[in-house]
């Protein structure tokens, strides 16, 4: 059915602290990494009994099939099989060191900066493979943007933090357009009233969550379909973490939304569907009602009610 495929990751850009940012801002503008046929040196799949619960949905945005992950031998993820649904939040959740990242750094190919890892199985998004030799890893990282655990912003002015993707993938015609992207992508991270008397400031001068939101509006500024968001409010306080849970919320509505978190009770505010990794496996994916609600799995349950993780 899915032909196994093996991207194999490569050096991305020196480790330089700039390309570390632009990496880290899913601006990555150096090639992509090779795409292998399968070879017979390929270590062997395990024999996952694959995830409880519906891993098809309707109209996915993403399909991951036999999806693993290898950090030199060491075997990251397992088979992972699952559809992420059209503007949806789907919440990663799991012990820590589960694949959690690892998992949402395959769908922009972001594991492909990281030496020494490979990824083998499928990951198609609007049914293209996005392993495929013709992909393009510049436009899937503007198509599915991240937004990363620690606030990045380039230590440049708020505007152009925001202006950057724009500039750099040529979307806007005039300095009129690209003020119209600035504004527009502002007010969706809810942060425009609050910044828009001082568009010149220093973007590293803004509080963790306005820098956090400041981060999502420049990832809005290349309109992304998918938005990836790693543990996004861990470094904010309560109040800056809700108003991110509330932007999350309305952001649905136009895109699609992963979010890995430690939080439970982040994912149950904020996802209609959870997936629940365990130890580099796919245990359970479902509504997230149902998985925290009536879980499946006895290490799902034992999980979310805190027996161990
Ligand atoms: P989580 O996000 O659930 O905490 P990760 O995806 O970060 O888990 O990690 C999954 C496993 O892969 C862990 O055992 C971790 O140590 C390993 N790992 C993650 N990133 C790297 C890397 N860059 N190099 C080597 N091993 C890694």
Redesign the pocket.
């Known amino acids: 059915m899915h032909e196994p495929r093996r991207a194999e990751a490569h050096e991305a850009g020196g480790g330089s602290d700039e390309s570390r940012r632009l990496l880290e801002a899913g601006l990555n503008l150096k090639p992509s990494g090779r795409v292998h046929a399968p070879s017979s040196t390929a270590p062997p799949e395990s024999a996952s009994s694959g995830a409880a619960g519906e891993i098809t949905v309707a109209d996915p945005v993403f399909s991951c099939r036999d999806l693993s992950?290898f950090?030199?031998d060491?075997r990251?993820?397992k088979n992972i099989s699952v559809d992420i649904g059209r503007r949806q939040v789907l919440a990663?959740i799991?012990?820590?060191?589960?694949?959690?990242?690892?998992?949402v750094?395959c769908l922009n190919r972001m594991n492909d900066t990281?030496p020494?890892?490979r990824v083998t199985g499928t990951i198609t998004l609007d049914g293209q493979d996005i392993h495929d030799a013709a992909s393009d890893v510049v436009r899937l990282r503007a198509r599915v943007g991240m937004v990363f655990q620690k606030p990045n912003p380039f230590p440049k002015s708020i505007y152009d933090n925001v202006a950057y993707g724009p500039r750099i993938h040529g979307l806007t015609r005039s300095r009129a357009d690209l003020d119209e992207v600035v504004c527009t992508s502002l007010q969706r991270a809810g942060l425009w009233s609050e910044v828009k008397d001082r568009l010149k400031a220093l973007a590293t001068g803004l509080s963790g969550g306005q820098q956090q939101r400041l981060c999502i509006a420049r990832t809005l500024a290349v309109q992304p379909e998918v938005i990836l968001m790693?543990e996004p409010c861990s470094a904010l306080d309560p109040i800056a973490t809700a108003h991110v849970e509330d932007l999350i919320d309305e952001l649905r509505e136009s895109y699609t939304i992963v979010i890995?978190t430690h939080s439970m009770q982040q994912a149950a505010r904020v996802s209609q569907r959870t997936a629940y990794?365990h130890l580099?496996e796919l245990i359970e994916v479902g509504a997230t009602e149902q998985v925290f609600g009536n879980p499946q799995r006895k290490l799902t349950e034992d999980y979310i009610t805190g027996r161990f993780g």
């Open positions: 992950v950090y030199g060491k990251a993820l990663a799991g012990p820590s060191g589960c694949g959690k990242s690892t998992f750094r990281i020494g890892a790693d890995v990794f580099g």
